[in-house]
């Protein structure tokens, strides 16, 4: 591919909307803006039902994902930096990871998570938080290397 990381995550997740009409984008700020680091850069335009901005609650954000999950949706939630992943904490590891085994209802979220950090970012703009949810079953953590992986692991996940 000769495109950057960034852009196979975006025709990614416009390959998503465009083929499958129950996936949908829940963040902050991923509607007009295009989000934090512009992943969903024109994707309202296209999909104004379906690229939803969030409050800034990732507790919230997560629950959102597993209650539309139960109901058929395939959302794909983008944290705006994968340290706050911590406020969500519970909604992911106790209620997603494990709402098969409690109740044989899968829960098909994907939940993005940009890390690794930027220059200036500081102490909570900067964390890897893949080796922690790694550990709790029923999460699958997908780091990939290179740009093909990029996209094709994406639309693996959603």
Request: charged letters at 15%; glycine letters at 8%; aromatic letters at 10%.
């Amino acid at each position: 591919m000769s495109i950057s990381y960034l852009e196979a995550i975006r025709e990614a997740q416009s390959f998503a909307l465009e083929n499958d009409e129950n996936v949908f984008i829940y963040g902050q700020d991923v509607g007009a803006f295009g989000g934090a680091f512009k992943a969903t850069k024109d994707l309202f335009q296209k999909h104004p039902d379906r690229v939803i901005d969030s409050p800034i609650s990732e507790d919230a954000m997560v629950g959102l994902a597993v209650g539309a999950a139960i109901e058929g949706m395939r959302p794909i939630i983008e944290m705006q930096f994968a340290d706050f992943s911590s406020v969500g904490f519970n909604q992911i590891v106790n209620q997603a990871a494990t709402l098969y085994w409690r109740t044989a209802v899968s829960c098909p979220i994907t939940i993005r998570l940009p890390s690794g950090g930027t220059p200036g970012s500081g102490p909570f703009h900067s964390q890897c938080m893949e080796t922690i949810y790694a550990h709790y079953p029923g999460t699958i953590v997908m780091a990939p290397a290179t740009v093909e992986d990029a996209y094709s692991m994406l639309l693996e996940a959603i």
